[in-house]
């Protein structure tokens, strides 16, 4: 069986049908399981810190907020500021100078990984794998 889903618009469609004719609790499972793939893709992507002791790792700190409509958004946990450090770890950053916001900075940008962007890329199909073969095993 091939991982590949030839023509997505279709069946992103078919998705939107089928969570018309589900309950909020299905499609959370849904969901829930795409979230859970893309999260276990993430997660080898995001840089290990090492040098540092930390209450928790910005691995461990990605969470899934579920929605009351069915849906779910994945984000990073705001105990330890986990959120702002994946942001600045994926966008990368400009250096402030000691009087505002780059004025005479002395350091060179410091490019992002964009871990996220990478994730979303390869993760399309694989997501949508995991929500059909969820909603295929509800509409049996």
Not at 17 to 23: M, N
């Amino acid at each position: 069986m091939a991982n590949k889903i030839e023509n997505e618009t279709s069946f992103d469609k078919l998705l939107d049908d089928l969570a018309k004719g589900t309950s909020t609790a299905q499609r959370l499972a849904a969901n829930g399981a795409g979230a859970k793939v893309f999260i276990e893709m993430l997660k080898p992507k995001i840089p290990e810190r090492t040098h540092f002791k930390e209450s928790a790792h910005l691995r461990d700190s990605l969470i899934i907020n579920e929605k009351p409509n069915g849906g779910v958004v994945i984000g990073f946990a705001k105990r330890g500021g986990k959120g702002y450090v994946g942001r600045l770890l994926n966008d990368g950053w400009q250096p402030v100078g000691p009087y505002g916001r780059n004025r005479g900075a002395s350091g060179e940008r410091v490019q992002g990984l964009h871990f996220w962007e990478y994730t979303q890329k390869e993760a399309k199909g694989v997501v949508s794998r995991a929500i059909y073969e969820t909603l295929r095993g509800v509409t049996k």
